[in-house]
């Protein structure tokens, strides 16, 4: 495998207002993952995997270590990263189609230029009917296509999704989801995906990462070797839906899983 984005010995402590009591939400965290690939992050409440995202994007600052990407390190100031949050954080002043034009609106690319590309995603997604729409009178998937669109306008380095469809109702879920592998095989962005649905992790993803309990690390990896289109119902996505949330249980009890356990891929017996 050819590393892209490389992290290593990644920490972020928060120092409690009293000096005394720092919380240490990660600690010595390392993963790496090639171009083009799909990763998931699953982990319990709290553990951080926000932290994670947001780390990488630049919105916090980690404690120490390192992040690289293409062999060098992150540098935000030059690298499109693109992001879509929990919430689909859509500007409600503006239409659908001008929401999409904020992701060019600091690359200095001309207004004409943004229209005309913003309109390209526009029609892509299938939001042509629905361009001049304000972010209240469009459905719950409606909009996370606008953000999706949004960020992938910019033609990102790395595309870093954190919880996007977990407001969704399932049957909407699962259509965003079929909708999201379709505009990923198309494009072969790397996509760094957080949930903490296991479901959807094993129906999304080519490895998913298992964050331990905080302070947390990597505790296992997962690969996913399923053909797509996937079976949610299968034989081998159960058994792999098993097998993580067993992990899950086991660190959040303390049980300690041999390393080897995580090493072998699953799915393709």
Not at 163 to 169: G, M, N, Q, V, Y
Not at 245 to 252: S, T
Request: charged share 25%; aromatic share 6%.
């Amino acid at each position: 495998m050819d590393t892209y984005l490389k992290i290593e010995g990644l920490a972020k402590r928060f120092d409690a207002k009293d000096q005394e009591h720092p919380v240490t939400v990660l600690d010595g965290l390392d993963f790496s993952c090639a171009k083009g690939s799909f990763i998931t992050i699953v982990g319990a409440n709290g553990c951080g995997k926000s932290t994670l995202l947001r780390i990488i994007a630049g919105l916090e600052e980690q404690s120490r270590g390192t992040i690289s990407l293409a062999g060098k390190p992150l540098d935000r100031r030059t690298t499109r990263l693109g992001m879509v949050f929990q919430e689909h954080a859509l500007y409600p002043w503006r239409t659908a189609l001008e929401n999409i034009e904020t992701g060019l609106e600091f690359t200095g690319m001309s207004a004409a230029k943004r229209r005309e590309a913003a309109m390209e995603y526009i029609q892509a997604f299938d939001l042509e009917k629905f361009a001049s729409a304000y972010p209240d009178e469009l459905s719950g998937g409606m909009r996370q296509r606008v953000a999706i669109a949004r960020a992938l306008v910019v033609n990102p380095d790395l595309v870093l999704m954190d919880e996007p469809f977990s407001s969704l109702d399932s049957q909407t879920r699962n259509k965003m989801q079929r909708f999201l592998l379709d505009v990923w095989s198309s494009r072969g962005d790397t996509v760094v995906f957080v949930t903490h649905s296991v479901d959807e992790a094993v129906y999304l993803s080519d490895e998913i990462l298992v964050m331990s309990p905080p302070p947390a690390r990597i505790a296992d990896v997962v690969r996913v070797d399923l053909p797509r289109p996937r079976d949610r119902t299968s034989l081998k996505a159960n058994a792999i839906r098993k097998q993580i949330l067993d992990m899950l249980e086991n660190r959040a009890n303390g049980v300690t899983v041999p390393e080897t356990a995580s090493e072998a891929p699953v799915g393709s017996q």
